[in-house]
């Protein structure tokens, strides 16, 4: 057995020809080494083949042909994958200028959350090393073992793979589960969040920043979202402007909480945001809060449209005071889903911000702690857009207050959302998605 790689290199997607094959002889194997071409932006090709095989024959006409090493031995054939992918993304690492030193993405799925960190091990061997992994157990059924194989794939053998890279690569590679219900989305997410990871390793550090390139071509587009609509419980208007700036933002819900939120989502999205809605406040917060939270959310559909040569995904976060930090890892992926360990700060009290009897808020509502939760499923489920949410505690004495950790979490949605939303201008308009669509 042998394998061969084309020389993987970094691609200009205006310019790219068409993607070189990937053919492992393991069909999820494939699939997972493509989210490079689509998430790391290179251009990779692979073949394997045995010594009296003839590597000349259509390596995608049958499952036969595309699962032909299914009964080899997996550890020997992903290690060699690993070794001759790692040995030419060595290349590209030593004659590519990046001034990262360290380099942490998480991709989410709507059944994993995987985080991968890269950064250069700088060793005398010249080798790099897999530090941490924890994938296992694939999936949760069944409940004692988790996935043994995803399609012909052996779970067992994919750390072997990840070695090899980060040995050959000269990379020092982590691979962190925070989440994982479905052995596909847990393998994908990895493979996924080391593209991205690899991606952005490989970028000058202020390619996202306000101001950039990529900014400039965003604001440019001048995206917007309208939604007006009554009904006997609420009559709202809302209009969200994608323009780089949010100093005409006015948000008007009569729920002092709710306003602030939102209020400071599109400051850190640097949108312009503007909201007025009359509710039944007399009833309580529920209408007002969750029928805002979805028009917010149909203007951002609006406005984002197919999502073609769109960043796509990001992690926004937002260290508060205590040392306990937000964040919010987003993608716009059309496949609304919204997972979040925010359970344990809401059920400290019943309403977010405990300030019934101040004059501010004598003639207000107070937004309820299971409303701020339905608030964020709304939005997300509109926005048609997959969110993890990820409160990562200090072991500090002073726990942060419940309406901190939820501002924070509106900062750390609105960082993400913005350099997910931003114009890639390598992409050329194409879209970031092994699929090439987002259609569903």
Known sequence: MSCHVQAIQVVDQSKADKVPSISTGIGFLDHMIDQWNSHAQVGVGIQVIEADEDDSKDNNSNDSVQNRFAGKNQVELLTMVGNALGSELKKVLKSKHHSNQESKF?????????????????????????????????????????????????????????????????????????????????????FKAFSRALRNYLDPPDLWEPQSANDEASIRQQREGKVERKTKETSISVHLLLNGCSKSTHVETGIPLLNAFYTTLAQEAHMTLQIDCQGDLWVDDHHTAEDVSIAIGQCLTQALGSKAGLNRMWVGRAPLEDGTTVEVTMDLSNRPCFVHNLHETLGRQEYVEETADDDEFANKSLLSCEMLEHCLDSLVMNGRMTVHVVVVKSSSANESSVADVVLGTAQAFGRALRVCAMVDQRRAGTTASSKGTLSV
């Open 106 to 190: 998480s991709c989410p799925l709507d059944e994993a959350l995987v985080t991968c960190v890269l950064s250069s091990c700088n060793t005398e061997s010249d080798k790099g090393s897999l530090v941490f992994y924890n994938l296992a157990p694939y999936g949760i059924y069944p409940s004692a073992t988790g996935r043994t194989k995803i399609g012909k794939l052996e779970t067992f053998a994919i750390e072997s793979f990840w070695k090899a890279l980060a040995e050959s690569s000269t990379l020092c590679i982590s691979l962190t589960k925070l989440r994982g219900d479905n052995a596909h989305h847990i393998v994908e997410s990895s």
